[in-house]
Nanobody, 126 residues
Framework: QVQLVESGGGLVQAGGSLRLSCAASGRTFSSYTMGWFRQAPGKEREFVAAIRWGGGSTYYADSVKGRFTISRDNAKNTVYLQMNSLKSEDTAVYYC???????????????????WGQGTQVTVSS
């Protein structure tokens, strides 16, 4: 069993930055694909970013490409989401997710992830 705990959310003005963290339990964290998803009120949960176990391959939704950066520290069992140039449309609850090895290869599909955090609220004021 893996537990994921997100932190770092909050209220920020448009154009500002936040860094989300997701701390994971479990000895095999380094073998998991890690993803970030978000869900705004009244909308479906959507993919934001993912990073493969080695950290060398990253994937982003078009809406955040160039503004958000996903990274991981396997020694700390933590994955990060650095969010810059935030916009009001980035307002959502952000969820961390983990996919067990072997990876499906479809990082965009929430159904492929095996574990989820409780979410952290990000609010961007315009």
């Amino acid at each position: 069993q893996v537990q994921l705990v997100e932190s770092g959310g909050g209220l920020v003005q448009a154009g500002g930055s936040l860094r989300l963290s997701c701390a994971a339990s479990g000895r095999t964290f380094s073998s998991y694909t890690m993803g970030w998803f978000r869900q705004a009120p009244g909308k479906e949960r959507e993919f934001v970013a993912a990073i493969r176990w080695g950290g060398g391959s990253t994937y982003y939704a078009d809406s955040v490409k160039g503004r958000f950066t996903i990274s991981r520290d396997n020694a700390k069992n933590t994955v990060y989401l650095q969010m810059n140039s935030l916009k009001s449309e980035d307002t959502a609850v952000y969820y961390c997710a983990a996919e067990q090895s072997p990876a499906s290869g479809n990082y965009y599909y929430a159904g492929n992830y095996d574990y989820w955090g409780q979410g952290t609220q990000v609010t961007v004021s315009s």
